[in-house]
C-alpha cells in the first residue's frame, strides 16, 4: 500500500536544525527554529512555570481524562488575558472557546469550524505569512488567497497595498490577522492602522481571523492586545486562536486556546457545541498539564506577577539583543542600513537579504536561517553577535 506514497521534501525548517546539529563548526549559530533562548543558548523553564509544576504535583488527585472542551480556569484566565477582564463579550457571555493542543491545533478547530459554515469561503493571509498556516488552513478545504503586507526593499509593511486588497474582500470572506510580533517579518501594524483596519472589516463584513502566538513579546501584554480587542469590541463575529508556547515557555506541553466571538449568548451556545464537536473528532480531549499550570499561575496574583515579569524581561532581551546586532553591524563596515531590525517586534526579523545571501552565509560561515532571510532574533548572543555580523557584512 504505501509504495504509492510520493517522497516529500524535508520541511525548511526542520531540515536547517537537522543541519545544523551534523555541521562541527565549533562557531556555528541557529537562528532558524522559533524558541526562546537564554544567554546561554537555553529555553529555560520560566520560575513561574517551574513553581506551578509543584503546585500541581502536590494538588492533582486524578488522571482521568478531561472534558473536550478543556480546564476551565486555563480558559476562563486566557480570555481575561487576551481580551481584558472587564471586556464587554465577555460580560454579554458572546464567547465560545476550547482549549487546544498548541497554537497549531487552534488554528485548525477554527479552520474546521469555518469550512461547516462555508466550505467555499476563502481566507485571506498576509504575503509573507508563518508557513505553517497554509497547511493547517488548507487542509481544512478551505481556500486561501494573499493580501501585500511586506516589502522586503523598503523593510517596511506595504499597508496601501493591503488596504487597497481588503476594500475587495468580498463579504463572508475570512482575513487572518497576525495579533502582534508578525511571523516570519517581525513587522507590526500600528494602532492607527489597525483602526483602519476595523473600519473597512466593518464595510466590508470580512471576518477577522486573529492568530495571537506572541503576545507580551512586542510592547507589552496590554500594549500587543490592541488591535484584537479593537476587533473584537467593535465586530459582531472573530475568531482567535492563540499560543501558550512562547510567552509560558509550555513550547513541548502544546497549550493554546481556539476561541469564537459570536454576535449574541444564543450563538455562542451553538458555536461551542461545533467546537467541542470538531475537538471531539479530531483528538477526543486535550492534554492536562500544560493548561492546568496557566491556570495556576494566571489564578494566583504572585506567580502572575512572577509570570509578567519574566515576559517582559525576555521581550526587553530581545530588543536589547535587535539593538546589539544592529550596532554590531554598522561598527563592522556594513554597506546596508539594518537600522529597521530596531523597529521589528518579537522573535523574528526579515534581514531582508537574498536567498543567495542566506546560503553564501550558511555554508561559509556555519550561520542558519531560513532563505526568506527570517531570523529567531532569542537565537543572538552575546558570545556570537560579532560572529553573526562579521558574516553577514562578508556576503552583502
Known amino acids: 500500500m504505501f509504495e504509492v506514497l510520493p517522497h516529500l521534501a524535508p520541511d525548511p525548517i526542520l531540515g536547517l536544525s537537522a543541519s545544523y546539529r551534523e555541521d562541527t563548526n565549533p562557531n556555528k549559530i541557529d537562528l532558524g527554529v522559533g524558541v526562546y533562548k537564554d544567554e546561554q543558548g537555553n529555553t529555560p523553564i520560566l520560575t513561574s512555570v517551574a513553581k506551578a509544576q509543584k503546585v500541581l504535583l502536590d494538588s492533582e488527585k486524578s488522571k482521568t481524562y478531561i472534558t473536550p472542551q478543556g480546564n476551565q480556569g486555563f480558559i476562563d484566565g486566557m480570555l481575561a488575558l487576551l481580551l481584558g477582564k472587564s471586556s464587554p463579550v465577555l460580560l454579554a457571555d458572546r464567547v465560545a472557546a476550547v482549549q487546544a493542543p498548541g497554537g497549531c491545533g487552534a488554528l ?79 513587522a507590526d501594524l500600528t494602532n492607527a492602522q489597525w483602526d483602519e483596519v476595523l473600519e473597512v472589516a466593518k464595510e466590508r463584513e470580512f471576518l477577522p481571523f486573529i492568530d495571537v502566538a506572541y503576545l507580551g513579546f512586542g510592547e507589552g501584554l496590554d500594549e500587543d492586545a490592541y488591535g484584537m480587542r479593537l476587533l473584537v469590541e467593535n465586530l459582531p463575529e472573530v475568531i482567535v486562536a492563540a499560543s501558550c508556547s512562547k510567552n509560558f515557555g509550555l513550547y513541548r506541553e502544546r497549550v493554546g486556546l481556539a476561541a469564537i466571538i459570536t454576535a449574541d449568548s444564543e450563538t455562542r451556545k451553538i458555536a461551542q457545541g461545533q467546537i467541542q464537536s470538531i475537538a471531539r473528532g479530531i483528538y477526543s480531549m486535550p492534554p492536562s498539564y500544560g493548561g492546568a499550570l496557566v491556570d495556576i499561575i494566571l489564578a494566583d496574583e504572585a506567580l502572575n506577577n512572577e509570570w509578567v515579569t519574566e515576559v517582559n524581561d525576555m521581550r526587553n532581551r530581545m530588543k536589547s539583543l535587535r539593538a546589539m546586532l544592529v550596532q554590531n553591524l554598522h561598527d563592522n563596515g556594513s554597506p546596508k542600513d539594518f537600522s529597521f531590525v530596531n523597529e521589528q517586534k518579537g522573535m523574528f526579523s526579515f534581514l531582508c537579504i537574498t536567498p543567495e545571501q542566506v546560503r553564501e552565509v550558511r555554508e561559509k560561515h556555519s550561520v542558519y536561517f531560513v532563505d526568506s532571510s527570517r531570523v529567531n532574533i532569542a537565537g543572538i548572543n552575546q558570545q556570537n553577535v560579532e560572529t553573526l555580523a562579521k558574516a553577514l557584512v562578508s556576503v552583502l
Open 108 to 186: 485548525r478547530i477554527l479552520s474546521d469550524l469555518l469550512a461547516r459554515c462555508n466550505d467555499n469561503a476563502k481566507v485571506w493571509v498576509s504575503d509573507p505569512t508563518w508557513a505553517n498556516h497554509i497547511p493547517l488552513i488548507g487542509s481544512a478545504g478551505l481556500t486561501i488567497e494573499t493580501y501585500p503586507y511586506f516589502d522586503k526593499a523598503s523593510a517596511s509593511i506595504r499597508f496601501d497595498a493591503m488596504m487597497d486588497t481588503l476594500r475587495k474582500v468580498e463579504k463572508g470572506d475570512i482575513v487572518l490577522l497576525h495579533g502582534c510580533c508578525h511571523n516570519p517579518t517581525g
